[in-house]
Nanobody, 124 residues
Framework: QVRLVESGGGLVQAGGSLRLSCAAS????????MGWFRQAPGKEREFVAA????????RYTDSVKGRFTISTDNAKRTVYLQMDSLKPEDTAVYYC?????????????????WGQGTQVTVSS
């Protein structure tokens, strides 16, 4: 049974920073793809960033490039999303996801395991 637990969400002013964490348990993640997605009220869940658990490959959606950084800590079996220069349009519930393969993709259907989500609210 795979379990993903997100933490680190909260309320921040525009221009501020937050760091989200996703702790993985229940199986060994060697080089599995890990992703962050987000869902704003009334909108579809969308891709934010993804990385192979080894940290060698990563990708981002265009709207967060240069502001967000995804990283991993294999020893802690944790994936992070450092979010800087936050904007009100970044407000959403952020979800961590894990896949059964290596290549970090942008499609939510490629991920088999999901966390419960953590709320990020950016005030203007």
């Amino acid at each position: 049974q795979v379990r993903l637990v997100e933490s680190g969400g909260g309320l921040v002013q525009a221009g501020g920073s937050l760091r989200l964490s996703c702790a993985a348990s229940g199986r060994t993640f060697n080089d599995n793809a890990m992703g962050w997605f987000r869902q704003a009220p009334g909108k579809e869940r969308e891709f934010v960033a993804a990385i192979s658990f080894s940290g060698l490959n990563s990708r981002y959606t265009d709207s967060v490039k240069g502001r967000f950084t995804i990283s991993t800590d294999n020893a802690k079996r944790t994936v992070y999303l450092q979010m800087d220069s936050l904007k009100p349009e970044d407000t959403a519930v952020y979800y961590c996801a894990a896949a059964n393969w290596v290549i970090p993709t942008t499609t939510k259907n490629d991920y088999q395991y999901w966390g419960q989500g953590t709320q990020v609210t950016v005030s203007s």
